[in-house]
Nanobody, 125 residues
Framework: QVQLVESGGRLVQAGGSLRLSCAAS????????MAWFRQAPGKEREFVAL????????YYADSVKARFTISRDNAKNMMFLQMDSLKAEDTAVYYC??????????????????WGQGTQVTVSS
């Protein structure tokens, strides 16, 4: 059973940057597909970014492409989301998610078995 804990969310001004972290325990993130999702107030949770189990492939939602970067540190059993040029519409609770070993990384929430509790990101305009 993998436990995921996100951190790094806070209030930031538009145009600023944040780095979210996702720490795993109880299991490894190695060879697992990983992803970030977010849920804004009054909206459904949506896909943000993913990384394949090998780490060779990344993919981003159009709304964050060229501004956000997903990465992972297998040695530390962690995943990150670097967020630059933040906009007010990026305000949301951000969740990290991990899938089963060697499975394809997708944008579908149902393909991820393990989830963190979320971290709040608020961008003031």
């Amino acid at each position: 059973q993998v436990q995921l804990v996100e951190s790094g969310g806070r209030l930031v001004q538009a145009g600023g940057s944040l780095r979210l972290s996702c720490a795993a325990s109880g299991g490894t993130v190695i060879n697992r597909p990983m992803a970030w999702f977010r849920q804004a107030p009054g909206k459904e949770r949506e896909f943000v970014a993913l990384m394949s189990w090998s780490g060779e492939t990344t993919y981003y939602a159009d709304s964050v492409k060229a501004r956000f970067t997903i990465s992972r540190d297998n040695a530390k059993n962690m995943m990150f989301l670097q967020m630059d040029s933040l906009k007010a519409e990026d305000t949301a609770v951000y969740y990290c998610a991990a899938g089963l070993f060697l499975r394809a990384a997708t944008m579908a929430e149902g393909d991820y078995r393990y989830w963190g509790q979320g971290t709040q990101v608020t961008v003031s305009s």
